[in-house]
């Protein structure tokens, strides 16, 4: 009898904490519903499951069926936190999918802005040209007489930048024979040229219409490239291509001459376009094997790039003779067949003899003034 009553309080107690198990689980249940109402977790088959679990709990409970309200009750709580971690990757996604779109939008918009950039420098470009030759062509104050020496120093500065003028001219009919103020230029600079003969000035040196002269070549040449303009500036192609013909080996089957060892010719660019200057280009009246290779590899990129016109210009290393001069005149003649038969367009190429009158150093220097020596193959840009 005694242990028949032990048994039944020790069931009762039991029974007690599994229904008070359930109850308190199936309270947490709905706790977790509350806290999630009206939010975007109560999307979705997740948040379904987890109500109808929480229904059948509630139903356990009411019930007296405490085990099985607190297995509906976990069941409710498991399918709430999977349907709080559905709605969190659901939104991780969205924002994923907006940032990628954010990103190729902001790509674009720095394509864009890069084109635009591209486009004001070469804007900016033109417009600092612009401004050099306004500045070039405004009439300065006239220059006023001199001491003997000063006005020797202006005549060598006449002779420099008439040659210089006499240069741009010659590049912008290559581009335009039809360029305006170009004929009108060539006549001035051919009258100032009679005007700076000799080694020394006849009367005032007019070096500020000699200035003027060269504005108005720069600005003919300005303007014929504005006329013939396509768009498109292939001064790097150009560039690029000189770089490789100098720098690759020799070809297979290429002649002795290509072939030939030799240093890479010095470039640069100036007002006119491209300028490659070889030195040491002649034997006498003939071209040097390393010269013939130089050529017949600028005939070959001149060939490859027709648009731009090619200047020959030979310079001394001092003022020459007359027997000299007319050396020179063959030497050009040569350089100019190698590079036409390496491709380049007879019309497209000009040569033209600068003698001593565009120094880099003072011809008068013994010492240096073979530096001034040199073959001028200038690539003229469209």
Not at 81 to 101: C, M, Q
Request: aromatic share 2%.
């Amino acid at each position: 009898m005694r242990h028949a009553i032990v048994l039944a309080a020790a069931l009762a107690v039991g029974c007690g904490g599994a229904a008070a198990t359930g109850s308190a689980r199936v309270a947490d249940a709905e706790r977790m519903q509350k806290s999630l109402a009206g939010k975007d977790v109560g999307k979705g088959q997740a948040f379904a499951t987890a109500e109808a679990e929480l229904r059948l709990a509630k139903e356990a409970n009411a019930q007296g069926d405490a085990l099985g309200a607190e297995l509906h009750a976990e069941r409710a709580i498991a399918s709430y936190n999977h349907a709080i971690v559905l709605a969190r990757l659901a939104r991780a996604t969205e924002e994923e999918a907006s940032a990628r779109e954010a990103l190729a939008k902001a790509s674009e918009q720095l394509a864009r802005y890069a084109t635009q950039r591209r486009a004001m420098d070469r804007e900016a470009e033109d417009l600092d040209k612009q401004l050099k030759i306004a500045r070039e062509a405004q009439l300065p104050a006239a220059s006023g007489p001199a001491e003997p020496e000063r006005e020797r120093a202006r005549f060598v500065a006449a002779q420099t930048l008439v040659t210089q003028a006499r240069l741009l001219c010659s590049a912008a009919r290559l581009v335009s024979t039809d360029a305006p103020g170009l004929a009108e230029s060539e006549a001035t600079v051919s009258d100032l040229e009679k005007r700076l003969e000799g080694d020394k000035p006849r009367g005032p040196v007019p070096i500020d219409a000699v200035a003027r002269a060269r504005a108005a070549c720069l600005t003919a040449l300005t303007k014929a490239r504005r006329a013939t303009s396509t768009g498109a500036d292939a001064t790097d192609a150009l560039l690029a291509e000189l770089s490789q013909s100098f720098s690759a080996p020799p070809a297979a089957g290429a002649t002795a001459t290509s072939a030939a060892k030799r240093e890479p010719p010095a470039t640069a660019r100036d007002e006119r376009g491209v300028v490659v200057t070889l030195r040491g280009a002649w034997k006498g009246e003939d071209l040097t094997p390393d010269a013939a290779a130089s050529l017949e590899a600028l005939g070959r990129v001149a060939a490859a790039h027709p648009t731009f016109g090619v200047q020959l210009v030979l310079h001394d290393a001092q003022t020459p003779s007359a027997a000299e001069a007319a050396a020179d005149k063959k030497r050009l003649a040569a350089a100019c067949a190698a590079l036409t038969k390496a491709g380049a367009a007879a019309a497209k190429v000009t040569t033209l003899h600068a003698g001593a009158r565009a120094p880099l150093v003072d011809p008068a220097d013994a010492k240096r003034r073979e530096q001034n020596a040199r073959l001028e193959v200038v690539f003229v840009t469209p």
